[in-house]
Structure formats: structure tokens, C-alpha cells
């Protein structure tokens, strides 16, 4: 799991509660990423940040939202309005060469539980 | 668009026999190309990547992958199977170079069996 720390690694929600996900990395890394798992649909898109206070939408962001003040830290937001929540999170960050992103590196995840 | 299919949810190869887990991939320009491990719990590990150059790609622990243009596909191999290699197996591809997202197949479930 590299250099990238997500907590916590279990959180219970209850219905309308809004939570947020920490995600850190001492990769020195100029994209992150954050996507959801669930299981038989593989990894989707909810956002990703290139560069510090910019941060773009992914397949899946409705519901969510993400800040980038910090070039180690990206934290992602489930608010009430995401109606399906229960899943398994992940982050990831990649380093960025001559306009190219490459392989990317994922922390450990978070499983988020609605009550 | 671009997209990538694991044909295969699950496949199941006895210890010590060559194992192949298969992926397709469709884009509109150069494909960019990568498999990730994922043990239970855990985040994905990266194992290797296509960019471009030699069509046969090694990675870690022992994977290799080779890519075909002519057929689209970028198959993940191993010569000989370990039980410790069980894991969900993702492809992901991206268009081109920049910055574009990846997309994520849908993940491969490798059973080695001892």
C-alpha cells in the first residue's frame, strides 16, 4: 500500500449523516484519485485532483465532493445525498512526467457501512 | 470511448501450472495498459504496464503480459502458478498519453489450487 494512508478503515454512517474519508500520501505525488468498489462492477471514477485547489468529476460524483488544499492530502465527503453509500473506498495517487500520468498507487481503502 | 473486459470472473489453475488471465481492451488511439493485484481487504497493488516498445511486458513477482495490437488484447501470464498468487486481478487502460482517466475492468478472481 506505498506511501498512501486512508482512514479510517471501517465507518458506520447513519441515514443523512454526512462523512468524510481521509486520504494522505508522503509520495510526493501530483495526481490523486479517489474511486468506488463494489462487488462484479470493478473501480469507479468519483474524482481526481492534478494539482493542488483544482479538482475534477469523475463517472460517479453525484453525491460526494472532494477538496485539494494540500498537495498530500485529498479527502472525500459522502453526503446524505448519496443514496447508496455502502461500499468500499479507495484513493490513489500517481506521479505525473512530461504531461503523463502513470501507474497508480492505492492506500489500503475504506469500507463504509450504512446503518 | 474507452473501455476494457475481463472475460472471466473467476479462473481456477492447479499450483505449478501456467496461468492466463485474459483482457481486451478498445480505444481510439494508443493504448496505455495496466494490471493490478487486489488481496481481500486491501487496496491494488500495480504489476505492470504497456506504454509502448517490446509487445512482451515483465512485471513483479514473476507476471508478464503480452500485448497484440491485431486482436486488442493484453493477456496477464505466469509460467508457473503459486497458491500465494490468489488474488482479484484488475486491467485498466487509458487513451493515450496526458492526462485521461483510466478505466478499470471489471476484475478476475485467480483461484490457484494446491
Known amino acids: 500500500d506505498g506511501g498512501i494512508t486512508q482512514s479510517p478503515k471501517y465507518l458506520f454512517r447513519k441515514e443523512g449523516q454526512n462523512v468524510t474519508l481521509s486520504c494522505e500520501q508522503n509520495?510526493?505525488?501530483?495526481?490523486m484519485y479517489w474511486y468506488r468498489q463494489d462487488p462484479g462492477q470493478g473501480l469507479r471514477l468519483i474524482y481526481y485532483s492534478q494539482i493542488v485547489n483544482d479538482f475534477q468529476k469523475g463517472d460517479i460524483a453525484e453525491g460526494y465532493s472532494v477538496s485539494r488544499e494540500k498537495k498530500e492530502s485529498f479527502p472525500l465527503t459522502v453526503t446524505s445525498a448519496q443514496k447508496n453509500p455502502t461500499a468500499f473506498y479507495l484513493c490513489?495517487?500517481?506521479?505525473?512526467?512530461?504531461?503523463?500520468?502513470?501507474?497508480?498507487?492505492f492506500g489500503p481503502g475504506t469500507r463504509l457501512t450504512v446503518l | 470511448a474507452q473501455s476494457v473486459a475481463q472475460p472471466e470472473d473467476q479462473v481456477n489453475v492447479a499450483e505449478g501450472n501456467p496461468l492466463t488471465v485474459k483482457c481486451t481492451y478498445s480505444v481510439s488511439g494508443n493504448p496505455y495498459l495496466f494490471w493490478y493485484v487486489q488481496y481481500p481487504n486491501r487496496g491494488l497493488q500495480f504489476l505492470l504496464k504497456y506504454i509502448t516498445g517490446d509487445n512482451l511486458v515483465k512485471g513483479s513477482y514473476g507476471f508478464e503480459a503480452e500485448f497484440n495490437k491485431s486482436q486488442t488484447s493484453f493477456h496477464l501470464k505466469k509460467p508457473s502458478a503459486l497458491v500465494s498468487d490468489s488474488a482479484l486481478y484488475f486491467c485498466a487502460v487509458r487513451d493515450g498519453g496526458g492526462y485521461q482517466k483510466v478505466t478499470f475492468g471489471t476484475g478476475t478472481k485467480l483461484q490457484v489450487i494446491p
Open positions: 509520495l510526493n505525488h501530483d495526481a
Open positions: 490513489a495517487s500517481s506521479i505525473i512526467v512530461g504531461g503523463t500520468s502513470n501507474e497508480q498507487f
